[in-house]
Each structure stands twice: as structure tokens, then as C-alpha cells.
């Protein structure tokens, strides 16, 4: 199993991961799966647009929006229950085709790293298996 | 790694596509798994009840409720950071099981492409894999 | 493929099954993923803290201030069109490592089946799969 260590720098981010994961790819996966797992609880991992930064902004803007910081009927001590939902909402694995070694994402889509409770010093766990090809 | 090619009618739609997910399943796969991956990032794919058809309208109208088209915070130019959100909210990937050559899926579930900024010829990738038994 | 069946309580409830599906892991899985799949359309199945309980309360009821039970635009005459959106955006699978045998899951992390529509029984299946090591 692999493992990306990743250092976000706000509190809540999204960080283009997809070249950190195309690097660990193994050469000899001729056509197979990338797994990959956070194994935190107020971050996930998520696919979408590598092109225009203003789609990042607008997602994260969107989703403080709907899950602001605090809520008057939260409970959690450490005020970050938000985290934990955009967590959850967002999830916590993608599955990514992998093609002669390759990511096989679509023209438009990054593999995006998503802080919502940074900054910290974060982990991220690779999985390869081989498909039918 | 077998390809469907959809066409969607509408900006926003939810098409059951059990059936020709169905139609790729290789006949030897006795345990497996379906990989089902969309390479799009404004439409996603999600599981949800094959039965009565309001169901689906009910998930498009509250999706809309929570996340309308416009906002006076969105910069991306497209005009899309809505359908951005939905797809990464709904997910770009389901993982299906397969036994004996069949979806071994619930009794009320059925396979659906979430189209978010329609209508567009859209593309899906299925990978399969085997399991342990 | 193996199976969980689990008897909710309440209407809405985030069951922890972490230790259910460790004890259905292969002892011979040395490194692996174990694929853990939800069969309804008004429950699914996520990752979250496994310390305080408060974190579950505050899940499920940001979800229902999101999502509430009626809106006048719904259709579905069942009545749990809520039920319906919460589990497509929770998701009904989840991809576990496992390494040596246990999962290998973050310190703070647990498995939850996540019931939007109870109390029912309801089941889970589980599928193994080895990776590259």
C-alpha cells in the first residue's frame, strides 16, 4: 500500500492530487484500478474540474454555505461538525481506471485532496488491483 | 474496459441504466465486482429506487432546493458551479456486486446517470473485477 | 460474499459496524479491499469518528435540518423522499484496506450504516478482494 503525505495550508482546501497519484502508479498495470483512501474524518478526496480554479472556489463557497461552522444544536466539543459532514457528503475513497499505467480520468477531471479542517499534516493511502481487461 | 454512450434529453435527468450495465457483464464472472466510473465532473452516477418514478423527481427537486443554478458568490464563468457540486456530492463512481453473471443488486435498486447540465452525449467506463468466493 | 443483518431502532441512526466487519475479514488477506454494500434505497453506509457519540447527533441532524421530512414539492407517496436523498448522498458502498487480515482504517475512524427510514432489518454484503502488494 502507498501513501501520500500532504501538508494543507488553510482551513479548508482542495488540493490537486492527481500528479502525486499518477506517479505511484506501478508500470506494469496494464489495465486496473487505483483506490484511493483518506483516513481522516474531516477530509476526503473527490474528483472535478482541472481547469478553471473558480470551480474550487465556488465549491467550497457553496458547501460553507449549506454547512456553516456552527450550528446552535451541535454538541461536539471540538466545533467542527461541519467538517465531519462535508466529510461525509463529499466521502472518503474514489475509484480511479487505470489504463497501461495510466490514470484514465475524463478530459476535464483532477483527483482533489479536500481539507475541511486545516491546516494540518494529512495521509492518504494507494490501492492497485488488476480488472478483466 | 467496455463503454456506454448516453444522451440526455434535459439539464437535469436521472436515467436508469441497470439494464445496460447489465448487457456488458461478462457471462464467466461467477463473484465480482462492477465498476461503474463517470468521466464527466458535472454528472455523477448514484444507486436509487427502480419502482415509482417520483422518487426521482423528488431528488432532482430538493437537489435544485439546496443547490439553484445561480449564486451571487459563483465566479466560474460557465455558469455550471452548481452542477459542479451536485456531481461531487452524488459521486463519479459506484461499485456494484456481481454473481453468477448478474447485478447482485437490492430488490428496489436500479442504476442511475445523473445528468446536472444537460442535455449532452455522455460517456461511462465499466471495469470488472473478481472477488473472492 | 458474505452478509450483515442488522436490526435499527430508531428512524434515523448511524449504527457502528466496524467490528461486525472485522470479523468477517479473511485471515489470509494479507493486503486487500473489502467492499461493503448497501442493498436499500433509504439507508447507506459511510466513515466517520469512532470517539464521541456527539459527532453522530450532529451528523444526523444537520442532515435533517438539510433534508427535512416534508416539503411541499414532493411527490412520493411513501413519504420518505427525505430517506431517499440523504442515502444517495451518503453513498451505499464504501472501500476498506485491509492489511494482514484487519482493516486498516485512520485512528479516529469507524464504519457506520447510516438508517434514514427505520426501524427495519436490514442487510449489508461484504466482498474481499486481494490488491498488489
Known amino acids: ?10 482551513p479548508c482546501e482542495l488540493l490537486d492530487i492527481t500528479d502525486l497519484i499518477q506517479a505511484r502508479i506501478p508500470n ?4 486496473g484500478i487505483c483506490h484511493v483512501f483518506c483516513p481522516h474524518t474531516t477530509a476526503g478526496v473527490t474528483i472535478n474540474e482541472n481547469a478553471d480554479p473558480d470551480v474550487r472556489h465556488d465549491l467550497l463557497a457553496k458547501l460553507e454555505k449549506l454547512i456553516p ?23 472518503f475513497s474514489v475509484v480511479l481506471p487505470v ?3 495510466s490514470l484514465r ?16 499534516t494529512r495521509r492518504l493511502n494507494l490501492l492497485f488491483q488488476r480488472a478483466e481487461e
Not at 28 to 31: H, K, P, S, T
Open 1 to 10: 500500500m502507498a501513501e501520500l503525505v500532504l501538508q494543507t495550508r488553510k
Open 105 to 120: 480520468l475524463g478530459r476535464w477531471q483532477g483527483v482533489y485532496f479536500c481539507e475541511y479542517d486545516g491546516p494540518r
Open 28 to 31: 506494469d498495470l496494464a489495465c
Open 99 to 101: 489504463v497501461n499505467g
Open 69 to 91: 461552522r456552527s450550528e446552535p444544536f451541535y454538541r461536539h466539543c471540538e466545533g467542527n461538525s461541519d467538517a465531519h459532514l462535508k466529510a461525509v457528503l463529499t466521502g
